[in-house]
């Protein structure tokens, strides 16, 4: 079974906020204990558009922080960009390097979306794309998890050695 999206994990967290917050709100004045609460007045006072546009609104910002959340973490991990850099840079050499690697698994582009059960998410990383000039087209790249990364390491230092000289 595969892990829930972003997004629902965005409306549950919105969902349990306002929930949370009616009834904190509701509670904590003594003077008010009979109403409904802050998140259930604005609802009653305002039309059903309006609410569900609010609720959309903060629906869309969790999941911005999700998505903000995840590009900084794959920026902060050491290797990934200066890797994928140079494979950019050398993508005919980069190729080659993963036809050998037995750390990595090479496809033509149009795999067909039943490629998790070839790949399953947790022994495979990818599937990341690349344009290989010398065969004219692109492949997609699946990275054994715990082992590419080793390999990753390799490549790096192959190719600063092929720059040196």
């Known amino acids: ?15 349990v906020l306002l929930l949370g917050t009616n009834t904190f709100i509701r509670v904590s004045d003594i003077n008010h204990r009979q109403e409904s609460g802050i998140v259930m007045d604005f609802i009653f006072s305002h039309s059903l558009w309006a609410s569900l546009t609010v609720f ?9 922080c999700f998505l903000l959340w995840g590009i900084f973490r794959a920026f902060s991990i050491p290797g990934i960009m200066p890797f994928w850099k140079l494979v950019k840079n050398y993508p005919d050499e980069a190729f080659q390097w993963f036809l050998v690697q037995e750390e990595w698994e090479v496809l033509p582009y149009e795999f067909g979306k039943n490629y998790k059960e070839q790949f399953p998410c947790k022994e495979w990383e990818g599937p990341f794309h690349l344009w290989v000039p010398s065969i004219g087209r692109r492949v997609c790249l699946f990275g054994k998890v715990g082992r590419y990364e080793s390999s990753r390491e ?4 192959l190719i600063t050695r092929i720059e040196k000289i």
Do not use: E
Request: glycine share 4%.
């Open 154 to 157: 390799m490549f790096i230092q």
């Open 56 to 64: 959309a609104g903060a629906v869309f910002l969790v999941y911005a």
């Open 1 to 15: 079974m595969s892990r829930p999206s972003f997004l629902l994990y965005s409306l549950a967290i919105v969902f």
